[in-house]
């Protein structure tokens, strides 16, 4: 007797995710950063330049990442990986994910997208620090550890 199919797929090894399917899971960061900017603004309103600073990040990260890519095709001059780092590090980071899936750039180093997810974690917390309580909550506490 044959083994049914769902025992043969049982038995398969786990695939790992392809790059397609860790793209797709790369812009649902940038929706929960939609979703939490929404959430904070209605709770916390938030100055215009807050959005400013993620959509003009976002925007120079995508380009350094174009040019990156267009300097690598040609074999000139590259944009250093720091230079991404920092853009990132600073509210680009939805730029530079949007960059890596449609441009297919800097997606299989890594060193360099361990980097990229740090410094997108880092800009999250800021981000929660900065633009919530908790700063104030924090430099409360502190003071009242100093006394």
């Keep these: 007797m ?3 199919p769902a025992q043969t797929r049982a038995r398969e090894p786990l695939r790992a995710r392809t790059r397609r399917e860790r793209g797709a899971a790369s812009y649902l960061v940038i929706f929960a950063l939609l979703v939490g ?8 309103p938030l100055p215009p330049w807050v959005a400013a600073i993620y959509v003009v990040a976002s925007v120079a990260c995508f380009c350094a990442y174009a040019a990156d890519k267009r300097a690598a095709q040609a074999g000139r ?22 960059a890596q899936q449609t441009l297919r750039h800097k997606t299989k180093k890594a060193s360099f997208r361990f980097e990229f997810w740090v410094t ?13 309580p908790v700063f104030a909550l924090l430099t409360r506490a502190l003071s009242h550890l100093a006394t």
């Design 2 to 4: 044959a083994p049914r």
């Design 37 to 44: 900017y929404a959430t904070v603004s209605v709770r916390w």
């Design 77 to 98: 001059w590259r944009v250093s990986e720091n230079t991404l780092l920092f853009l990132s590090a600073i509210g680009g980071w939805p730029g530079a994910i949007v």
């Design 120 to 132: 997108v974690v880092v800009n999250v917390v800021a981000f929660i620090v900065f633009c919530t």
